[in-house]
C-alpha cells in the first residue's frame, strides 16, 4: 500500500499577463494541475522550457498564488499557514543568483532559523553546523562567503538552507541543471541521501530524463501547462503512452535508432506552440502525427488507467508499437 499523500494539489491553474508581442494577453501558465506526493518518494515533473513547471513548483511553495485549485498538506488546505507552509521548501536552480554574496553561510542557512524562531544563539550556530555537515560541506564553512565555495557547494548550501526550515517536503527546481555534468550526480545522491534519512517527499522539477530516471519514483510530464501523463517513473520514462512523452524520451535519452525514429515520427514536428495563445482541442495537436479531427476540437481529459500510466490521449501509443520499434 503506498503510503497517505503529504503534499497534494488539485487543479491549480495560473493566468499571468504575457509581454511581447502579446501584451496584456492573458493566457494560463499551468491549467488544472493535480499531483501527490508522500513520504520518502520522488514525483518529478518534466517538459520542456515554458511548459509551466516552475510556476507549479512556486506555486507548491507559496511563491506564486493559484488563481484556482487548493494545496493540501496531510490534507490540510495550506492557504496563509505559516506553520504549514514551512513544511514545504524550495531548493532553487542557480545557487550563484539565490546565494546573497553579502552575507556569511552561517547567516544565509540561519535566515529560516530567524524567521520562525527555532534557534538563536549559541544553538543558532550549532544547528547551522550540523546542518552543513548533512550537506556533506566543512561545519567550518559557516564563516565563509558563497564567492568562496563552487557551484556544487554552493547548491549544498542551498539545500541546507531549505533544510533548516526542517520540512516534510522539498521542491527542488531544477536542482542541478546550472551545475557542470561531474558534480549533478554528487548533488543527485546527496538528495537521494537526505530523503532516505530524513523521509523526505520530493517534488523535482527538471528537464533531463536520464537524472530524473535516476532519482524519481513517479514522473508527470507537463505540455503547455497541462499535465498529460503521469505514473510509475519506468513506466513513464521506458514505456511512454502519450505520443508527447515519446517524443521527448525520443529525443532526450532514447539510446535505440529504431525507438528514436518512432519518437521523431510519432510527434514532436516543428517548435511548441506559444502558451498565450494554445491550439484548440489537445494542445500537443499540431505536433502529433496521431492526430485526428476529434484532438483538433475537444481537449483531452486525463485519465488513469489501472496498471498503466494516466494520459490525456485520445490516441495513446501501445507497448506493442514502442516494442515493434525495437
Ligand atoms: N511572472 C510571470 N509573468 C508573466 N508570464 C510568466 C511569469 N512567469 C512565467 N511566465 C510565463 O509562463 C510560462 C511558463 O513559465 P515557467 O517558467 O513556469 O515554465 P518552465 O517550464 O519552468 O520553463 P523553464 O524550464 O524555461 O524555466 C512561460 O511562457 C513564461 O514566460
Known amino acids: 500500500m503506498p503510503a497517505k499523500p503529504i503534499l497534494e494539489a488539485r487543479g491549480l491553474t495560473k493566468t499571468f ?50 488563481d484556482e485549485g487548493e494545496i493540501l498538506f496531510k490534507g490540510e488546505p495550506i492557504r496563509r499557514d505559516r506553520a504549514l507552509r514551512r513544511q514545504v521548501q524550495m531548493v532553487f536552480q542557480d545557487p550563484y543568483l539565490s546565494l546573497n554574496p553579502r552575507r556569511t553561510v552561517l547567516d544565509i542557512i540561519a535566515e529560516p532559523l530567524d524567521v520562525h524562531g527555532l534557534a538563536r ?34 547548491q549544498r548550501i542551498g539545500i541546507a538552507r ?5 520540512p516534510s517536503v522539498l521542491v527542488c527546481d531544477e536542482p542541478v541543471s546550472a551545475l557542470d555534468v561531474s558534480v549533478q ?32 519514483q513517479r514522473v508527470m510530464v ?5 499535465a498529460v501523463e503521469e505514473g510509475a517513473a519506468d513506466q513513464v520514462l521506458v514505456t511512454p503512452n502519450h505520443p508527447y512523452t515519446v517524443a521527448l524520451r525520443g529525443s532526450a535519452l532514447e539510446p535505440d535508432p529504431a525507438r528514436a525514429r518512432l519518437a521523431r515520427g510519432t510527434a514532436a514536428r516543428g517548435e511548441p506552440p506559444n502558451p498565450v495563445d494554445p491550439p484548440p482541442g ?18 483531452p481529459a486525463m485519465e488513469s488507467r489501472p496498471g498503466l500510466s494516466a494520459v490525456a490521449c485520445y490516441h495513446p501509443v501501445a507497448s506493442h508499437e514502442l516494442a515493434g520499434a525495437a
Open 17 to 66: 499577463r504575457a509581454g511581447g508581442a502579446m501584451f496584456g494577453k492573458q493566457f494560463q501558465a499551468v491549467k488544472g494541475v493535480s499531483l501527490a506526493v508522500s513520504p520518502g518518494e520522488t514525483l518529478s515533473v518534466v517538459g520542456e522550457s515554458g511548459c509551466g513547471k516552475s510556476t507549479l513548483a512556486r506555486m507548491l511553495v507559496g511563491l506564486e498564488t493559484p
Open 282 to 299: 489537445c494542445r500537443f495537436n499540431p505536433r502529433c502525427s496521431r492526430a485526428t479531427d476529434v484532438c483538433r476540437q475537444t481537449e
Open 121 to 154: 544563539g549559541a544553538a543558532r550556530r550549532q544547528r547551522v553546523e550540523e546542518l552543513l555537515s548533512a550537506v556533506g560541506l566543512d561545519p567550518a564553512a559557516a564563516s565563509r562567503f558563497p564567492h568562496e565555495f563552487s557551484g556544487g557547494q554552493r
Open 162 to 166: 531549505a533544510l533548516a526550515a526542517e
Open 222 to 226: 507537463m505540455y503547455l501547462g497541462r
Open 185 to 216: 550526480a554528487q548533488v543527485v545522491n546527496l538528495l537521494i541521501d537526505l530523503q532516505k534519512r530524513l523521509d523526505l517527499a520530493i517534488i523535482f522539477i527538471a528537464h533531463d530524463l536520464a537524472v530524473v530516471r535516476a532519482i524519481s
